[in-house]
């Protein structure tokens, strides 16, 4: 069902059911039908007073963009769900990307007004030479609340652009790529038929709405009546309270959230009584969080799924590890070699997916990477094998890594400490972990008499790198392994640390 169509059917049946709660506030179906009215005109009269306008990227067929950067997961929320019945495309950056990332999302895609409280990234834009206009989170609630509504909020095209996403932010090149409305609806049909975002349910996503996690579970809700409530930041101690409180009976969050549940739940078993179900997104859960949460809450059932923003949902896992992961139903799966040639089953070879739901590519601006081939299908290059039917994915291809529902560049991580003063050769490594799946581990060598010290390397890398990027352990070594032609290897390192033949720091 479209997202429109279903807010207005709501609206008129459950006038007062919850919409989007989160930062103390709350929007019920009829406020957010209403809230929606004001919220576009005032963005189509922040595109319309600007003299020289930005050119929105030409995939979206000349439709302005509205970006939102900002910590408040509810003032996210509000502006897609805001602009849904709209002819406009929004898109929301994760304030906590490296500046320069955030620069090159802006002046790359063509967004003509960005809600942002950041200075520096205001002030980064006017030296580039941006066109746009920048608007204070206040100063634009300000606006919306003054602005004389617009025409009711309606079904759109199929066809036309709605939503512009990144496949990553946190890499020196984040790739932006558009979702049609049509893309939504089949992407919706698929969750709602496997991961049971139903009417009238309560669904907690606690989480930076910058993550296609928390994302999509504000579309899924909206798109299907049912409430949606937000957090800006995780917060164990009030999980509890908040689920039994308000109801809340679906929750989606990342696995180091649900193993954190599980905790929580421990402590405080009654409040989480009515929490029916778990859903995950990242393959290869850990068991170790599987278990836990079935101790703490052994009537609260877990899903696991497996998809990537650019394509949809995939499969799913709902037992063990999650290594094994069922395709659903009008989902097609492939595994092909290096020459596109589909392997035999049981072979290692790159997944190719062929879904509805997926993107038709990525924005030109941003990247010349291809993510259709010929036929439609598409891969976002994960490694995997089909075995018994059901698909095991093994990683990446090139060096990405998983951690706590994070995929993260280990080479990324390595650049962000080029130039930094006394600091020698760095290999970033993945270590296996119970809770994250894996952890990103530093291994440094000395630089002359300058010995590599924990605390200064910690400090460079929270100025430079998301915090999924930053290391959460240190190593030294004498001397870093390299290749006869000088490239370090990573695996030899990897293996230093292991035998402990590194020194934690």
């Known amino acids: 069902?479209?997202?429109?169509?279903?807010?207005?059917?709501?609206?008129?049946?459950?006038?007062?059911?919850?919409?989007?709660?989160?930062?103390?506030?709350?929007?019920?179906?009829?406020?957010?039908?209403?809230?929606?009215?004001?919220?576009?005109?005032?963005?189509?009269?922040?595109?319309?007073?600007?003299?020289?306008?930005?050119?929105?990227?030409?995939?979206?067929?000349?439709?302005?963009?509205?970006?939102?950067?900002?910590?408040?997961?509810?003032?996210?929320?509000?502006?897609?769900?805001?602009?849904?019945?709209?002819?406009?495309?929004?898109?929301?950056?994760?304030?906590?990307?490296?500046?320069?990332?955030?620069?090159?999302?802006?002046?790359?895609?063509?967004?003509?007004?960005?809600?942002?409280?950041?200075?520096?990234?205001?002030?980064?834009?006017?030296?580039?030479?941006?066109?746009?206009?920048?608007?204070?989170?206040?100063?634009?609630?300000?606006?919306?609340?003054?602005?004389?509504?617009?025409?009711?909020?309606?079904?759109?095209?199929?066809?036309?652009?709605?939503?512009?996403?990144?496949?990553?932010?946190?890499?020196?090149?984040?790739?932006?790529?558009?979702?049609?409305?049509?893309?939504?609806?089949?992407?919706?049909?698929?969750?709602?038929?496997?991961?049971?975002?139903?009417?009238?349910?309560?669904?907690?996503?606690?989480?930076?709405?910058?993550?296609?996690?928390?994302?999509?579970?504000?579309?899924?809700?909206?798109?299907?009546?049912?409430?949606?409530?937000?957090?800006?930041?995780?917060?164990?101690?009030?999980?509890?309270?908040?689920?039994?409180?308000?109801?809340?009976?679906?929750?989606?969050?990342?696995?180091?959230?649900?193993?954190?549940?599980?905790?929580?739940?421990?402590?405080?078993?009654?409040?989480?009584?009515?929490?029916?179900?778990?859903?995950?997104?990242?393959?290869?859960?850990?068991?170790?969080?599987?278990?836990?949460?079935?101790?703490?809450l052994p009537e609260t059932r877990l899903i696991s799924y497996y998809g990537a923003a650019e394509i949809g949902f995939i499969g799913d896992s709902r037992d063990g590890d999650g290594t094994g992961i069922t395709i659903y139903p009008g989902i097609g799966a492939e595994i092909r070699d290096e020459r596109g040639v589909p392997v035999p089953e049981g072979e290692l070879g790159e997944l190719w997916i062929h879904a509805a739901a997926r993107s038709d590519g990525y924005l030109a601006g941003t990247s010349d990477e291809t993510l259709l081939d010929e036929r439609g299908w598409a891969t976002v290059h994960d490694l995997g094998r089909m075995r018994n039917g059901r698909l095991e994915l093994v990683g990446r291809s090139g060096d990405v890594v998983a951690t706590g529902g994070h995929k993260v560049s280990l080479p990324e991580v390595e650049r962000a400490f080029e130039g930094m003063p006394g600091a020698g050769a760095v290999v970033a490594v993945a270590l296996p972990d119970p809770v994250l799946g894996s952890l990103i581990a530093l291994v440094a060598e000395p630089e002359g008499e300058a010995q590599p010290r924990r605390d200064a390397l910690a400090a460079w890398a929270r100025a430079k790198l998301p915090p999924q990027f930053v290391p959460k352990r240190w190593y030294r070594v004498d001397e870093l392994p390299r290749t006869v032609g000088g490239k370090l290897r990573r695996g030899a390192a990897a293996e230093l640390v292991a035998n402990g033949e590194a020194v934690r720091l």
């Open 1 to 296: 069902m479209p997202i429109t169509s279903s807010m207005l059917e709501t609206a008129q049946r459950f006038p007062e059911r919850a919409a989007i709660v989160g930062g103390g506030r709350r929007l019920s179906y009829r406020e957010l039908v209403e809230d929606s009215r004001r919220v576009s005109a005032a963005v189509a009269s922040l595109h319309a007073g600007q003299t020289a306008p930005p050119v929105p990227a030409p995939e979206t067929g000349g439709i302005p963009i509205t970006a939102i950067s900002a910590e408040s997961a509810f003032a996210a929320a509000r502006l897609v769900a805001g602009l849904a019945g709209y002819r406009a495309v929004s898109a929301v950056i994760d304030p906590r990307w490296p500046l320069a990332h955030r620069v090159r999302a802006v002046l790359a895609t063509g967004i003509g007004v960005l809600i942002s409280e950041d200075r520096e990234l205001s002030r980064a834009l006017a030296e580039a030479g941006w066109g746009g206009l920048l608007v204070g989170l206040e100063e634009f609630e300000q606006r919306v609340a003054s602005a004389a509504p617009a025409a009711a909020p309606e079904v759109r095209p199929g066809d036309e652009a709605f939503l512009m996403l990144f496949s990553s932010g946190t890499t020196s090149a984040p790739k932006a790529f558009l979702k049609t409305r049509e893309q939504y609806r089949r992407n919706v049909a698929v969750s709602s038929a496997h991961l049971e975002p139903l009417p009238g349910v309560a669904t907690l996503a606690p989480g930076p709405v910058s993550y296609s996690l928390t994302l999509y579970a504000v579309i899924e809700c909206l798109a299907t009546g049912g409430e949606v409530h937000l957090g800006d930041a995780f917060d164990p101690f009030s999980l509890g309270p908040r689920v039994a409180k308000e109801g809340i009976t679906r929750v989606v969050a990342v696995p180091a959230v649900v193993e954190a549940i599980a905790i929580a739940a421990r402590r405080d078993p009654e409040s989480f009584r009515g929490l029916e179900l778990v859903v995950t997104g990242g393959a290869n859960l850990p068991a170790a969080i599987r278990s836990s949460l079935a101790k703490a």
